[in-house]
């Protein structure tokens, strides 16, 4: 069994937008009665990938978040 890190899939035009790099560590803000940022999200560019960022059930359920939530780019925490 593997756990996956949080992460968030981009097309390298996301990339552009919110520039950002492939493999950065960035932190993400998810508004809500239970609101808080995650932090240590990867991100992974690819031409293949549409804006879509992924986190366990634990996580989710935390900020009580459902699918379709949105999130919003706070910081880049790390540029590797």
Do not use: K, W
């Not at 890190?5 to 919110?18: G, I, K, T, Y």
């Not at 808080?36 to 690819?46: K, N, S």
Request: aromatic share 4%; proline share 5%; charged share 30%.
């Amino acid at each position: 069994m593997i756990c996956a890190r949080r992460h968030v899939h981009m097309s390298p035009e996301d990339a552009l937008e919110f520039a950002v790099r492939d493999h950065d560590a960035v932190r993400v803000r998810v508004p809500g009665d239970r609101s808080l940022i995650f932090g240590d999200v990867i991100v992974r560019v690819d031409p293949d990938f549409r804006l879509d960022m992924h986190i366990d059930t634990d996580a989710a359920n935390a900020a009580e978040l459902s699918p379709g939530a949105v999130g919003y780019l706070d910081s880049i925490q790390e540029r590797v």
